[in-house]
């Protein structure tokens, strides 16, 4: 199994950071997003969507973060416990519902501030509008809030009192804008020990080092300034901003 993964992306990291979790094999694949490699002739022969994470299975290819977890958990089934996508019709249903509420929320609340903090004064050239900033971050805010309250409640985890698949796909969009300096966990103790107890069920020591690249994106402006592909880039961040 091949797995097509830029570490800045938390599906990327989402994929990554399960199967080693759980012992399932691949071999990695950098594709530098910044670089615009998803763009290049030899991904869209792997990918037209041009967009990572990617799995190849053999001959399978598969695009989609939760699509690959389902297959990795069902092709794995043998292995993977029972509590990452439970059996049970409701604990999966729970499992399902966060999965679905998700993207429009928690995933396009933290990218966005993450891509308004981080690249939107590369594309840009000039700082985010005050207005802009404030309202991506309430949006975020709202999302957290809605994370704790009706997904978390009083729960250890968001489907009872193991872990699931649910609790790492939230846990790895909500850490995106800590690597801006953005600290979402402030003020939030739920939140702050939820996070702890994800980390020690994962491994703390893999945790880390499937956030090693976020935590330094710092260096990320730079290496996009110095990259021959950005003029290509700016146009659709552009577009995006906007």
């Not at 071999?27 to 490699?37: I, R, T, Y």
Request: one cysteine or more; a neutral charge; hydrophobic letters at 45%.
């Amino acid at each position: 199994m091949e797995l097509y993964l830029d570490m800045h992306s938390p599906p990327c990291r989402l994929v990554f950071l399960f199967a080693k979790a759980v012992g399932i094999p691949f071999e990695f694949k950098h594709v530098e997003l910044s670089a615009g490699q998803h763009y290049s002739e030899e991904f869209g022969k792997i990918s037209m969507i041009r967009k990572v994470p990617v799995m190849k299975d053999g001959s399978f290819i598969l695009t989609e973060s939760i699509a690959i977890l389902k297959y990795m958990v069902q092709k794995y089934s043998s292995s993977v416990a029972d509590h990452w996508y439970p059996a049970d019709l409701q604990q999966r249903a729970r499992v399902n519902e966060y999965l679905s509420w998700q993207h429009m929320n928690i995933r396009a609340h933290a990218s966005k501030v993450f891509l308004l903090r981080a690249v939107f004064p590369v594309i840009m050239g000039s700082e985010v509008p005050k207005e802009k900033m404030d309202a991506a971050v309430e949006d975020l805010n709202q999302s957290l809030n809605l994370l704790e309250e009706k997904f978390l409640e009083n729960k250890q985890f968001i489907v009872g009192d193991k872990i699931s698949l649910a609790d790492i796909v939230a846990l790895i969009e909500v850490m995106q804008p800590l690597g801006t300096g953005l600290n979402v966990f402030e003020g939030r103790p739920k939140l702050s020990a939820w996070r702890e107890r994800v980390k020690k069920e994962l491994g703390e020591k893999l945790f880390d080092e499937a956030h090693e690249v976020i935590m330094k994106v710092g260096s990320l402006p730079e290496k996009m300034q110095n990259n021959s592909q950005l003029e290509m880039l700016r146009p659709k961040f552009q577009k995006l901003f906007r």
